[in-house]
């Protein structure tokens, strides 16, 4: 389809181990945004990119999050050491670069932290 | 800090009866401001939008918000629901920072 794709939609993982999630924006897309949402909340921004240069990582949570989109297309976050907290939905949206808003969300990662 | 307030956590309605949902945003300056629909199983949609010009904005779906400067809201509206407006709601919005900030949500339930 012609929208933005993440995958996996669903990651469990034991306490401890790194996981990734993939992001393939919207074909043409120049910015990129992760997102958290934890249960019950709104989304919670993470990091943005212009292309491939991560422009905003000011809402990483902490050292353990790690993003990457080295091409300035797919972009892949990347968590080391998971931890309990982590559990949520991690969003990605792109939009294009005429306009920054209104951006396209994807259906997101639920990653479970055990 | 920025920061957008959504009253109602969870709202339950009979189809046909009419919707407001409250929105208040904190911040000073020029703002733009967004309401996106999230039905279930589905990923966040944009609903309408607000940056400038008439403060009655009309969406999607027959939905439409208003801006109030003077109460920094920004109210989602829609005269008569249908069952098929079940869904969460959530108003964000966008001041120059690029992302956006969103609000906790409104769970919409509507009942047939």
């Known amino acids: 389809g012609a929208g933005v794709s993440q995958s996996p939609r669903y990651k469990v993982a034991k306490r401890g181990q790194d996981v990734a999630l993939r992001c393939d924006p919207i074909s043409g897309h120049v910015s990129l945004f992760w997102y958290q949402q934890a249960l019950g909340q709104g989304p919670e921004f993470l990091t943005y990119?212009?292309?491939?240069?991560?422009?905003?990582k000011s809402g990483l949570p902490s050292d353990r999050f790690f993003a990457e989109r080295p091409e300035g297309s797919v972009s892949t976050l990347k968590i080391q050491r998971t931890q309990q907290e982590d559990s949520a939905v991690y969003l990605c949206?792109?939009?294009?670069?005429?306009?920054?808003?209104?951006?396209?969300f994807g259906d997101g990662t639920r990653l479970s932290i055990l | 800090a920025q920061s957008v307030s959504q009253h109602n956590h969870h709202v339950i309605l009979s189809e046909a009866a009419s919707l407001e949902l409250g929105c208040n945003y904190s911040?000073?300056?020029?703002?733009?401001l967004f309401w996106y629909v999230q039905y279930p199983g589905q990923h966040l949609q944009l609903l309408l939008k607000y940056f400038s010009g008439d403060p009655l904005v009309k969406g999607i779906k027959g939905f439409e918000a208003e801006f109030i400067k003077s109460k920094f809201s920004f109210n989602l509206r829609k005269p008569s629901v249908q069952w098929s407006d079940t869904a969460e709601y959530f108003c964000?919005?966008?001041?120059?920072?690029?992302?956006?900030?969103f609000g906790s949500g409104t769970r919409l339930q509507v009942q047939p």
């Open positions: 949206a792109s939009s294009s670069a005429e306009r920054v808003q209104p951006q396209h």
């Open positions: 990119f212009q292309n491939e240069a991560q422009l905003d």
């Open positions: 964000a919005f966008h001041m120059g920072r690029r992302a956006l900030t």
């Open positions: 911040y000073g300056g020029t703002v733009n």
